[in-house]
């Protein structure tokens, strides 16, 4: 495999990851935020509608309460995970990569014969761009204080 087929490969199951866990992402967000509308907007109708009945006031304000607790679940998981802004850093990277895909697919029609010397600055912006979405999981490890690095913890001292 020569160079150009090797970065060829390498942008295009990099897109390929990218896109699939991007998608996969903006469907949660997705589900997530609707969930929290629907949940709130049933539980509103429920404690809005008023019935002479006795039992159903008891039972729309155990399922209201009910309801308001998946909410405040719901939208607490959104703002645990942060999906958004993890989709919006993983469209960012596709479009990157995407970007780096056609640069190489034009240096390819632009040239008969490409060098390593001519491949070389889009692997080099390909690697950056790995280690930048790499960092961005090492900071948030080491804000939550749950690493202080990715690599294997050192033996304690005796």
């Known amino acids: 495999m020569d160079a150009y087929e090797h970065l060829n490969t390498l942008l295009s199951t990099a897109i390929a990851e990218h896109r699939k866990r991007k998608d996969s992402l903006r469907r949660a967000s997705w589900a997530l935020h609707i969930s929290v509308m629907l949940i709130g907007a049933t539980s509103t109708v429920l ?12 039972w729309s304000r155990n399922v209201a309460l009910v309801l308001g607790a998946l909410s405040m679940f719901a939208g607490g998981l959104l703002t645990f995970w942060n999906l958004d802004i993890y989709w919006l850093k993983r469209k960012v990277i596709l479009n990157q990569l995407v970007m780096l895909y056609e640069e190489l697919q034009f240096l390819r029609v632009a040239s008969d014969s490409l060098s390593i010397e001519d491949l070389r ?12 979405h ?3 999981w090492q900071e948030l490890l080491n804000r939550d204080g749950t690493a202080e690095s990715a690599g294997p913890a050192a033996p304690a001292a005796r």
Not at 121 to 126: E, K, S, W
């Open 47 to 58: 404690l809005g509608l008023q019935f002479s009945s006795t039992g159903y006031l008891a």
């Open 134 to 136: 790499n960092d961005y």
């Open 121 to 132: 600055p889009i692997f080099v912006r390909y690697v950056t761009l790995l280690g930048q």
